[in-house]
């Protein structure tokens, strides 16, 4: 890929049109593609600080040190083999996963692992691949996916990573099938070269269909993940996502949703932010049809200098669509937490019914909260409200557990587990909501009593 | 002697305004005491400050606990110690399951004193037992930690807590207040089973009729920050005929 331009680029999106590579075996169509969105993202660089999206995250150590993604196709396949054993994932990454394994699509470095993963003997009318592969067999979908943000203001890195996504998922249902359990996509990064990881995903559902989906993130190292999905719920479909963060303690996790639904369909959203450095965790979602019901949930734990974003954009289009939004944040020692959230209601977007809460327990006198819920109407026929909070544990709670005999340390710990607790209330499956607590509380014991 | 507490001067930390005024009290192994008082006395500052509230802060006077400077002692020592503070008002905690708690509370007082910790079914089957007693459903400890409990159903689950837990002094901050009387008689009977000769009750009350269930063998009159008056149970009696505008400095 040539890196002479005729625009200016801006010098910390250089060293990633350094290291753009085409990739000869790739179909015109999609390296056009590519081209147009390295551009993009080459004029645009790094989002702005000033401006409000992208306001509460400190990027400067990415822009310091770039992690270029690894450049040819024939690398990335030797380092994910070489680093991962076949058949089994790397004990200190596999708890992320779920322990009983169903279907199950494991990414390595960015890279489909066959090895590590079920997905044959899926029910008629589900079709899970990777993306790499869809491109010749489902250009349609790569397309689709590729979509997904592409006109969005702000989303520079969703451009980077259309030009340089070297795989991902995608799960097709045709109409009318209800899966009830999980499908899940397991994000590893082994850790063998500081790189950047870029995945491009597409969930398409089908009218009526219901379909679970489970994925996790999990890596050692030092590695930036920017990872994109695209979800298109056709009429009356439903799906419910699970989104596990548990990357590694150096690790950068940028990562964005888009989702468009159809009349009556029905997205469950629900992210637990666990690890990873510093994370942004953003979902877009258009109403287009009426009667469309999202429900976006997640909960976040930061600690030390974790700087932890959840950004959620909800825009009513159509009439008698309802949202519903809850979000708890923790953050303790130096780290920094926000959440971001603005609801949309159109013009014409009659009866629609959106509620949001954000609650943030700020326990440290270095640690950070920021959470601003925003509400923009331009419809008169609707329910639209927005709660924010953030505040310390409750000292009557805490004393009455100390004063039974529990040291201060561990009743602190309860108190923030039940914090975070309650977020995961909403989750289903019930297998789902334990492997969530399960991993919570594994994560909670590694806290140490802020100074 | 199992509490001695000497002159002691407690105010609370934001107001700075004096509430206890040189308090003395001394409590032995197997006693009952009850210590009595009208609203703005100090009995609940004085609750708090032998639990180890904070926000309170005491200024002069000393407290000690089986021989143990008491209030150099954090709150979770001391109930690991065997103290055990039954609230006038018991706090809700959502999200913190009942049984989890007690579980957790019970295991750190024996991990204190080297005893082996109870597994899931031991402590089952020693909750069963007291549950019966104190007349609580087990879909109450089902619930986080006194949500949804109406009063009462609060109040017993204090002196449930104090039956798992056995303490060595435990002090029962106005147990009765808000209790009709059949439930009043099913904590009055669950105090009463816990009578033990190492063990030691001081009950915190403003009226007398608790005192009809639960017999003290000694009887306090606190007022304005001081114990003004001693005696016996009949002490009690004459505090109910006569008020306690006719105590102490009033007198």
Redesign the interface.
């Known amino acids: 890929m040539s890196a002479v331009v005729d625009f200016p680029v801006r010098p910390e999106a250089r060293p990633y049109l350094d290291a753009a590579c085409a990739d000869p075996g790739e179909p015109d169509w999609l390296a056009s593609r590519r081209r147009r969105a390295l551009a993009r993202f080459a004029e645009e660089g790094f989002p702005r600080r000033r401006g409000e999206a992208w306001r509460y995250l400190d990027l400067r150590a990415l822009a310091e040190a770039p992690l270029p993604p690894v450049s040819r196709p024939a690398e990335r396949a030797v380092s994910a083999e070489r680093a991962v054993s076949a058949g089994a994932m790397p004990p200190r990454l596999a708890g992320s996963a779920l322990a009983q394994r169903g279907f199950r699509l494991v990414l390595v470095d960015g890279r489909f692992s066959p090895a590590l993963s079920t997905t044959a003997d899926l029910p008629d009318g589900v079709r899970l691949s990777s993306t790499a592969n869809a491109i010749a067999g489902a250009p349609d979908a790569v397309g689709t996916a590729l979509d997904a943000l592409s006109d969005a203001p702000d989303q520079p890195f969703a451009a980077l990573n259309a030009a340089l996504f070297s795989d991902g998922f995608v799960l097709e249902v045709a109409p009318g099938i209800v899966l009830e359990e999980p499908i899940e996509i397991v994000h590893l990064a082994s850790g063998a070269a500081p790189a950047s990881l870029h995945s491009r995903s597409l969930v398409r559902i089908g009218a009526q269909s219901r379909v679970r989906l489970f994925e996790s993130f999990a890596g050692e190292g030092r590695y930036w993940r920017n990872d994109v999905v695209a979800l298109r719920l056709g009429p009356g479909a439903g799906l419910d996502r699970v989104v596990l963060v548990e990357e590694a303690g150096a690790a950068i996790h940028l990562a964005a949703t888009d989702a468009e639904l159809g009349a009556a369909a029905r997205l469950g959203s629900f992210v637990l932010l666990l690890g990873g450095r510093t994370v942004r965790h953003e979902i877009a979602v258009h109403s287009t049809g009426e009667g469309a019901r999202c429900r976006l949930d997640g909960a976040f734990l930061a600690t030390q200098r974790q700087q932890v974003n959840i950004v959620t954009t909800v825009h009513h289009m159509a009439a008698q669509g309802e949202t519903r939004e809850s979000f708890k944040g923790v953050a303790v020692d130096r780290a920094q937490g926000a959440f971001q959230g603005r609801i949309t209601v159109h013009p014409g977007a009659q009866k629609t019914d959106a509620h949001m809460l954000s609650r943030n327990l700020l326990l440290g006198a270095h640690a950070a909260i920021d959470t601003k819920p925003e509400l923009e109407i331009f419809a008169d026929d609707v329910k639209c409200s927005h709660g924010a909070a953030v505040g310390d544990l ?4 805490l ?10 340390e ?2 602190r710990q ?2 923030i ?3 975070l ?2 977020a995961l209330d909403s989750v289903v499956p019930a297998v789902l909501r334990e492997h969530l607590s399960t991993r919570l509380a594994r994560r909670l014991k590694e806290l140490e009593e802020p100074a | 002697m199992m509490l001695e507490i000497r002159n002691l001067h407690a105010r609370l930390a934001d107001e700075g305004r004096e509430i206890l005024k040189g308090v003395d009290l001394a409590v032995s192994a197997g006693e009952v005491h009850a210590i009595m008082g009208p609203n703005g006395s100090g009995k609940s500052t004085l609750a708090a400050v032998l639990a180890g509230r904070d926000g309170c802060q005491v200024t002069q006077g000393s407290v000690s606990y089986l021989g143990r400077d008491l209030l150099a002692m954090p709150a979770d020592e001391r109930a690991r110690e065997g103290l055990f503070l039954a609230f006038q008002y018991p706090v809700e905690i959502p999200g913190v399951n009942n049984m989890y708690f007690l579980r957790t509370a019970l295991n750190a007082g024996r991990r204190h004193r080297g005893e082996p910790e109870l597994d899931a079914g031991q402590f089952l089957r020693a909750v069963r037992a007291k549950l019966k007693e104190l007349d609580i459903g087990e879909d109450l400890l089902q619930r986080a930690v006194n949500v949804g409990f109406s009063g009462g159903e609060k109040k017993r689950n204090e002196i449930f807590q104090m039956a798992m837990l056995e303490p060595l002094l435990a002090i029962l901050d106005e147990t009765d207040s808000g209790l009709d009387i059949d439930a009043l008689r099913v904590v009055a009977a669950g105090v009463n089973r816990q009578r033990a000769p190492d063990r030691a009750i001081i009950m915190i009350t403003h009226y007398q009729r608790l005192l009809d269930y639960v017999e003290p063998d000694r009887v306090h009159v606190l007022q304005d920050g001081r114990i003004v008056e001693s005696g016996d149970k009949t002490l009690a009696v004459e505090l109910e005929r006569r008020g306690y505008s006719t105590f102490g400095d009033a007198a």
């Open positions: 409750d000292e009557a709670a004393f009455y557990l100390t004063a039974r005999g529990i040291p201060r561990e009743a309860m108190l587990a039940a914090f607790g309650e």
